[in-house]
C-alpha cells in the first residue's frame, strides 16, 4: 500500500473515533454523533489527502521573495557596490 494512502487511512479513522467522541459529549445523542462523525471525517480525508497532494507539489516549485527582489547572488554574498545593511551594522528599513 502507498504510504500516503495509508497514512490518509490511519487519520481518516483517528479523525472519526474524536470526531464521534466530541459530537457525542456536545449532544448527548448516539444518532446525532455518529451522523456528524461519519460525514465530517470523510470529506476531512478528501480535503488532507489534497493538501498533501498540494504541498508535496509546492515542495518541487522555487518559491520567490515576497519582497519582490533579490536577497543576495548565488554565491552567497549581498550584491551591490556596498556594504550591506548587517555588515554595517545599520538597521533593516521597513518599506
Not at 455518529?34 to 518559491?63: D, K, Y
Request: hydrophobic residues 50%; contains cysteine.
Amino acid at each position: 500500500m502507498n504510504r500516503m494512502l495509508l497514512k490518509t487511512t490511519t487519520y481518516g479513522l483517528m479523525h472519526l473515533t474524536v470526531a464521534v467522541a466530541v459530537t457525542f459529549a456536545l449532544t448527548r445523542d448516539w444518532r446525532v454523533a455518529l451522523a456528524v462523525g461519519l460525514v465530517e471525517p470523510i470529506v476531512q480525508t478528501f480535503a488532507f489527502a489534497i493538501h498533501e497532494r498540494v504541498w508535496s507539489r509546492a515542495g518541487e516549485a522555487p518559491v520567490a521573495p515576497i519582497c519582490g527582489h533579490a536577497h543576495g547572488s548565488p554565491a552567497g554574498k549581498a550584491s551591490g557596490a556596498g556594504p550591506s545593511r548587517a555588515a554595517s551594522g545599520q538597521a533593516p528599513r521597513l518599506a
